[in-house]
């Protein structure tokens, strides 16, 4: 099942990251300096050599002409750029037959609680659920992992969705699997305390969907759900 498409226009060797912005990328005929909308390190996927592919941006007084949109690993292009993950996610919570909740009443984007904004608020037989999205791109040995660096903000969602909980509310975390994975695990290595109140928030009923997609010939397509590790 097809989720969105995102059209690639250029593909290119990476070169280098001077900073987390941007990119540096050789395509056939230039050197171009593309966006980054990713702030993950990517060391796996963004290294000097690797295959990515380009989209060109739509406003021509923009600084930087073109945004990575993926990177190569393996046989597989890996999506890199999160600013698609609102689109993906909205068009699979909205859709019944691939969301886990099914057909929903009501769905709000960017909601606010406390000093945060939490992705999603649906309506569903007059229940709230709060919705949290992360994209995992990456991947060790088949199993998924996030984060790849220490997260404060990942952390802090966790902890408004058990707040939230404890208050009466269904609240869930909807991971983006975007590399083929079997399995999926909090990355204690990078960050123990996200893995911790991710299990403590699994032990509260916060629910965990670890949605495994693909990105195949410009469109990301829906593969369905991966078994997560245990404690």
């Given at each position: ?17 001077p900073n987390r912005f941007i ?209």
């Open positions: 099942m097809v989720l969105y498409r995102i059209e690639t226009h250029e593909e290119g060797i990476f070169l280098e990251r990119a540096r990328v050789k395509l056939e005929n230039e050197e171009v300096i593309a966006h980054v909308h990713d702030s993950g390190r990517l060391p796996e996927l963004l290294y000097e050599g690797n295959k990515v592919k380009l989209r060109k941006a739509n406003n021509p007084h923009r600084k930087t002409a073109w945004d990575v949109i993926s990177a190569r690993a393996g046989e597989e292009d890996v999506l890199i750029n999160s600013a698609f993950h609102r689109y993906i996610s909205e068009n699979l919570l909205k859709d019944e037959q691939l969301s886990p909740f099914g057909k929903i009443d009501t769905l709000k984007a960017e909601v606010k609680y406390g000093k945060s904004r939490i992705d999603y608020l649906l309506e569903k037989d007059n229940k709230k659920i709060w919705v949290e999205v992360k994209g995992v791109s990456l991947c060790e040995n088949n199993i998924a992992m996030f984060p790849d660096a220490p997260s404060i903000r990942a952390q802090k969602h966790l902890t408004e969705l058990m707040e939230l909980k404890e208050k009466g509310d269904r609240t869930a975390v909807l991971l983006l699997i975007l590399r083929n994975s079997k399995e999926f695990r909090p990355r204690w290595e990078t960050d123990s305390k996200f893995s911790d109140l991710f299990y403590k928030a699994m032990q509260l009923g916060v629910e965990v969907y670890p949605v495994l997609l693909a990105f195949e010939n410009n469109e990301i397509v829906y593969k369905g759900l991966i078994n997560i590790i245990k404690k």
